[in-house]
């Protein structure tokens, strides 16, 4: 099984940077990553994620200012974030899918780490 797992989130003032890692255990070779977040009382949102052939999609809020990557040989994910506003304050979600099959509740996801910007 796959599991996830986040860190490196944190307060920042508005116009700031942070970079999330996750680190991803078990046999993730035919997995797509990717970022999602939710704020309080909202929807989680897809924020960034791998396609199956490398590409990458971005949410609109955030395009131009974040960048999803990854280390295949460390399982890892991460994301730097840039110009960041209040509104990217959210609970930052590493998550897995099978390549093949769209995101759905019943992909992997991680708990989480906060990010907060003033």
């Known amino acids: 099984d796959v599991q996830l797992v986040e860190s490196g989130g944190g307060s920042v003032q508005a116009g700031g940077s942070l970079t999330l890692s996750c680190a991803a255990s078990?046999?993730?070779?035919?997995?797509?990553l990717g970022w999602f977040r939710q704020a309080p009382g909202k929807e989680r949102e897809r924020v960034a994620d791998?396609?199956?052939?490398?590409?990458?999609n971005y949410a609109a809020s955030v395009k131009g200012r974040f960048t999803i990557s990854q280390d295949v040989a460390k399982n890892g994910l991460y994301l730097q974030m840039n110009d960041l506003v209040p509104e990217d304050t959210a609970m930052y979600i590493c998550?897995?899918?099978?390549?093949?099959?769209?995101?759905?509740?019943?992909?992997?996801y991680g708990r989480g780490t906060q990010v907060t910007v003033s």
């Open positions: 078990g046999d993730t070779s035919s997995y797509c």
């Open positions: 791998f396609e199956g052939d490398g590409t990458t």
């Open positions: 998550a897995a899918r099978r390549c093949w099959d769209p995101w759905t509740r019943e992909s992997h």
